[in-house]
């Protein structure tokens, strides 16, 4: 048999294995060998309230680990928030640069000038028959690039050939086909609150001959290159 010093030796030796286990914050460890212990060793006061000081510590530290848990939730809680406050910020700066962007194109449009063609007859044609027309307007200048540039940025229209928009932006548009120029049209009545459509054959001869069947908008004479 043991000696009973030599027992209480070994008994206070494990205490204070214990002991430094949890001053080193290895409570963990500590409350298994205390549990390990108990199974083996009889329970005595001071076992008793070392376990109950180590579960103590173990819970607080489980309270400590929880509440930064809460706060670490908290704080991506709001950096989720921040997150989403600049996206909509962002959202509404891209949305204002487009309509921006769309109301300069629209302007382009605005600009078009139409003048009042009055109704009555001209003399049309090489053999200058006369013909009747009645009133209408028609635009002061051919549709320039810019502003059938604006219809296709604005609408998507597939159409590459109009002309360069940086360089030949008020030249007339060109390389539209007849489609092309009915959708443009069809375009700008929409924007512009109003018919536009293209000119019959009739309007678009008396516009540019005038009434006393010129052959050309500024009189008889052919265009000298200038």
Known sequence: LAHPEVHRRDERGRHEAAAAEFRDGQAAQAAKRLEQFLQTQ????????????????????????????RHRQEAERYRQEAERHRQEAERHRKEAEERKRQEELLQRLRAMEFVCVPAGEFLMGDDKHRVIVTEFSIGQSPVTIAQFDAFVRLTGYRQTN?????????????????????????????????????????????????????EYPWGNEPPDGT
């Open 162 to 214: 109009a002309g360069d928009v940086e360089t030949q932006a008020n030249h007339p548009v060109v390389g539209v086909s007849w489609n092309d120029a009915v959708a443009f049209c069809a375009w700008a009545s929409k924007v512009l609150g109003k018919t536009v459509r293209l000119p019959t054959e009739e309007e678009w001869e008396k516009a540019a001959r005038g009434t006393d069947g010129r």
């Open 42 to 69: 009889r329970s005595d006061g001071d076992i008793g309230a070392l376990l109950s000081e180590v579960n103590a510590r173990l819970a607080e530290e489980e309270r400590k680990r929880q509440e930064a848990e």
